[in-house]
């Protein structure tokens, strides 16, 4: 290979690295869509950060190529330009300030740190919103004033959910300000009359939810992607997780005779890829870990999910 | 600096009696022996991570194929792999990978061998702790591979080791087999024993540096005089030093916890099936904090000696000073110093205190800031230069175009709100492989190009170690950037069978194209062990400067030299960057008086 090949051989490379991360939207290699409140401010510092780092991949490696195009050594020997050469004629102008190296190192060292410390302040408050918010009692957020709960239990290889009874729900939503107390314990007291439910977290739409997180063995980690949750569970403490979803995927399938996920309400299809929303654990937890996957059913509204619980509790009941 | 000389004066090669074979090969006290034993037994170490390695692609792209060759070991299977088998292999890979290759690599080999030669001393300061820091391995090495031999298998639950499923056990005297994991048995208990080993090596190998570095350089050989590659492996070592004993600790914790029954990470009211551990009342976070204080600053300790070297092979095959020195020595400082508290940042999603986050993410961020500084150093060494494709520039030109993107990607992970969709995905492990196998690895093939006639007197073949190049830079990039990808797509990392997930099965077509890349870059290592090989035996015979360098190394008398390296104490007059614009001669060694006036 001649000695300018080797430019092209970087060339060529970085900018099928470059493509091919440009089509991966087009071809499904990319974040699914975002099915909760947080996915907006995720999504939105991701994309940030994708500028950022995209402007900064080009300019380096475009100089890379160039320089290693432009200062190969020649086959006679001779240096590839002239130790008086001037600069190219459009950056001319900045002549001046090229030629001193100690500006030039003040600029690639200011400019990046002020672009790194925008980059930092952008995260603080969503990372605060999302992970700060159930830990503040006093915080009059979304995720305080969430009526709808959830007792996580993992173990390998499950996800073990508890929710409150019908009559204990109905209590909490109809006087929030009595039940209160009841309401803020669940997490750490379960009663004798829960409803038991294994992989299956059910929620309705636009409404926050508080998942109180524990396993009973091993690290797990509860982990909605297309919700932009992930939270591990960890031994011996209870984590509180909150999101608030933004669109439906399940509904009551009369010959089943129970609800099914995976439902796309607008398309009216059922075993949608799309509308299936996995809780995969994503913490290493043994053999059975790639296969520790539960399903998120969000309801239309409160009265399906209340329908579900009912449905549930009976069942529970009967099989008693 | 003067009272050096005397000392240098008593070490030098003739003053040596002739040693026996065993003492002058096996037994070495001479730093560039032990250093080249580090790189064979690297190198040996690197087959087995690669096969390894390979085992655990082949698994993520025909999840649901028989294992070629060795499928009677799954017989009981259907000749498939089985989970725990996978998840011993990926732990395994990694373990050796950082454990036992690039480590020993860049501070056992190349640390061995430069810092005295580079500096202009006979030899390290204790040249006899230098031989035990190599023999203190072999233990390891035997525990670590005895461990694939025992029941349950080696270490299975990664190599960061999270407890409780890798620390669990039964109460003392019911056997070390684990309630949570086959893998967490008698495998993890050797799995720790081997790596104490290789902590007290790089224990011992740092005390050696730092005394050589501050006690034993040349007279003339300033601080601000040593090559990129010494500064480095300064720094490095330092970091070994503050950041060893915690992970030793660590390691204690842990195997006390395996073995008699203490519950460092273990809290109250676990069960594991159906049995649960009558005691507990310890904290699982609690090793994170530990094992990533020492692991972080470790992931500097992997690349910031394959900095040096590229910066050393940057600025003699450009024929220019390198650009900024002095800012590159503080921006390895700066690296270093901020290494030390960034370790938070592996355990955002962990359950510590999200506000504890914040203050990591920011250290974090910033930490992008040196290595952006060096990355633009780099470009300024080669401008205006006269750049001389040889194999070993080759590799380090690979590094800078390939760091950045593993640098830029660590911009991604350290902004909390996004690493929370990305955490334990592919992302992740694209990261990993763009500044290990893409940077620090093309660094070390880059050195070991570069000093190659230094240590056995003969030439790689150049034209081969530009067709290993070629296929390792592309087939790099073909089988890790794609990782970028699937992880955004949701792949979650350390899983065997891609199908399970909603979000995963889709991605099994780029997951082939991946192994099939990985299996070819794997082939194309071949190509790299036959040319050293052979080179070793039949290459060309090296001269005394083949790359016209500066630096000390290439002052010696004969083009290997004996024990004690210098017939007469080198005397130092320059920094070792002068390049281009000496007259007709385009450098000038370090021992020689510059002709330009001094810049440093
Ligand atoms: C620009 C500088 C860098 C930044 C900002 C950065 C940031 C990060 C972050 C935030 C993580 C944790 C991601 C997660 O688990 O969610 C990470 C992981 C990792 N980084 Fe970096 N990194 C940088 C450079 C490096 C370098 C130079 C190396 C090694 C030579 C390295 C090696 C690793 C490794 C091995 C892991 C994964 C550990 C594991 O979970 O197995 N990083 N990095
Ligand atoms: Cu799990
Ligand atoms: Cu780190």
Redesign the pocket.
């Known amino acids: 290979m001649g000695n300018k090949g080797w430019s092209v051989l970087f060339g060529v490379t970085m900018l099928a690295c470059a493509i091919g991360f440009g089509i991966s939207p087009l071809m499904g290699w990319w974040m699914p869509e975002g099915v909760s409140t947080h996915a907006g401010a995720v999504d939105g510092l991701f994309y940030l950060i994708l500028v950022v780092t995209t402007i900064a991949f080009v300019i380096t490696e475009v100089i890379l190529v160039v320089f290693m195009w432009r200062y190969a050594e020649t086959p006679d020997g001779k240096p590839p330009i002239a130790a008086n050469a001037g600069f190219p004629s459009f950056l001319k102008p900045f002549e001046r300030f090229l030629n001193d190296q100690h500006k030039v190192e003040l600029a690639w060292t200011i400019v990046p740190s002020i672009v790194l410390v925008v980059i930092v302040f952008a995260q603080v408050n969503t990372w605060a919103d999302i992970k700060y918010a159930t830990r503040n009692r006093n915080d009059a957020t979304a995720a305080n004033k969430a009526r709808s709960q959830v007792a996580v239990s993992a173990r390998q290889f499950e996800w073990r959910m508890r929710y409150p009874s019908v009559s204990r729900f109905k209590g909490w939503m109809a006087n929030p300000a009595a039940t209160r107390k009841d309401f803020e314990s669940f997490g750490k007291i379960p009663h004798f009359n829960d409803v038991h439910v294994v992989n299956e977290l059910h929620i309705w739409k636009d409404h926050p939810v508080v998942v109180h997180l524990t396993t009973r063995d091993v690290i797990h980690s509860f982990n909605l992607p297309n919700f932009r949750v992930k939270q591990d569970a960890l031994p011996g403490k209870m984590i509180p997780v909150w999101f608030t979803p933004t669109k439906v995927n399940c509904k009551w399938d009369e010959s089943r005779q129970r609800y099914i996920d995976g439902y796309d309400p607008a398309g009216k299809k059922e075993k949608d890829k799309e509308y299936t929303w996995d809780i995969a654990c994503a913490e290493l937890c043994g053999w059975g870990h790639y296969r520790m996957i539960g399903r998120v059913f969000v309801h239309k509204d409160q009265a399906e999910f209340l329908d579900w619980l009912q449905k549930t509790e009976a069942e529970g009941t009967r099989r008693n | 600096m003067d009272s050096h000389a005397e000392h240098a004066t008593d070490t030098h090669g003739h003053a040596h009696p002739e040693l026996g074979f065993i003492r002058k090969y096996v037994f070495s006290e001479d730093h560039k022996i032990i250093g080249v034993q580090f790189l064979f037994t690297s190198i040996i170490f690197l087959g087995l991570g690669g096969i390894l390695a390979l085992l655990v692609r082949i698994q993520l792209a025909w999840p649901h194929a028989e294992i070629p060759l060795i499928h009677n070991y799954f017989a009981d299977n259907g000749g498939r792999m089985s989970e725990s088998f996978y998840n011993m292999c990926f732990t395994m890979h990694?373990s050796v990978m950082?454990f036992f290759v690039i480590i020993p690599f860049l501070t056992g080999a190349f640390g061995n061998f430069t810092i005295p030669l580079m500096i202009g001393a006979g030899d390290m300061a204790f040249p006899k702790l230098n031989m035990m820091s190599y023999w203190i391995l072999w233990p390891a090495f035997v525990l670590i591979s005895f461990s694939f031999f025992v029941d349950g298998g080696a270490a299975a639950s990664?190599?960061?080791a999270y407890p409780t499923i890798s620390s669990v056990a039964m109460p003392a005297g019911q056997g070390l087999a684990s309630p949570a994991a086959p893998g967490s048995g008698p495998g993890q208990v050797l799995w720790l024993l081997s790596l104490l080993c290789v902590g007290v090596s790089s224990m011992m190998g740092s005390v050696n540096y730092i005394t050589t570095i501050i006690n034993m350089r040349a007279p003339g050989m300033t601080l601000y005089r040593m090559p990129m590659t010494i500064w480095a492996m300064f720094i490095t070592a330092i970091l070994q030093a503050f950041a060893l004993p915690v992970l030793t600790v660590a390691l204690i914790l842990q195997t006390l916890d395996k073995t008699i029954g203490t519950t460092f990470f273990l809290p109250d009211g676990l069960s594991f099936g159906n049995w649960s551990p009558e005691v507990g009342g310890g904290q699982p976070l609690l090793w994170q904090h530990l094992f990533w204080f020492y692991?972080h600053p470790a992931?500097?300790i992997?690349?910031l000696p394959s900095m040096g070297m590229v910066s050393d092979i940057l600025a003699t095959f450009a024929r220019r000073p390198l650009f900024g020195y002095r800012a590159m020595i503080y921006s390895i400082a700066g690296i270093a110093g901020l290494g030390f508290i960034?370790w938070g940042?592996?355990m955002?999603?962990s359950g510590m205190d999200p506000r504890l986050g914040t203050g990591f993410m920011v250290a974090?961020?910033m930490?992008?800031l040196p290595?952006a500084i060096k990355t633009f150093n780099w470009l300024g060494t080669i401008y205006r230069g006269n750049l001389q494709f040889t194999t070993p520039m080759l590799f380090a030109l690979g590094f800078v175009s390939l760091?950045i993107i593993?640098?830029?990607s660590?911009?991604f992970?350290?902004a909390t709100p996004v690493?929370i969709y990305?955490?334990?995905t592919y992302f992740?492990v694209a990261?990993?492989h763009y500044?290990?196998f893409a940077?620090?690895l093309l660094g070390i093939f880059g050195g070991i190009y570069y000093w190659f006639p230094k240590m056995f007197g003969k030439m790689m073949n150049d034209n081969v170690g530009k067709a290993h190049f070629f296929l390792t830079f592309v087939l790099c990039n073909c089988t890790f950037f794609p990782m970028h990808m699937v992880g955004l797509a949701g792949l979650r990392r350390r899983i065997p069978d891609i199908t399970a997930g909603a979000l995963e099965a889709k991605l099994l077509p780029l997951n082939e194209f991946m192994s099939i890349s990985a299996l070819l870059l794997g082939l194309a290592q071949l190509i790299f062990v036959a040319n050293f090989l052979w080179s070793i035996f039949f290459g060309a015979k090296a001269s005394q400067n083949p790359w016209k360098s500066n630096t000390l190394e290439w002052t010696t008398g004969d083009p290997v030299p004996g024990h004690g390296n210098f017939d007469t104490v080198p005397i130092v007059h320059c920094g070792p960057y002068e390049y281009g614009e000496h007259g007709d001669k385009d450098n000038c060694p370090q021992t020689e008086k510059s002709t330009t006036p001094a810049t440093h």
Do not use: E, P
């Open positions: 990694a950082i990664g190599w960061t692991s992931v500097y992997m690349i960034v940042h592996h955002f999603q974090t961020i930490i992008a290595s760091f593993g640098g830029l660590g911009i992970m350290a690493d990305i955490h334990d992740i990261h990993i500044v290990l940077s620090s």
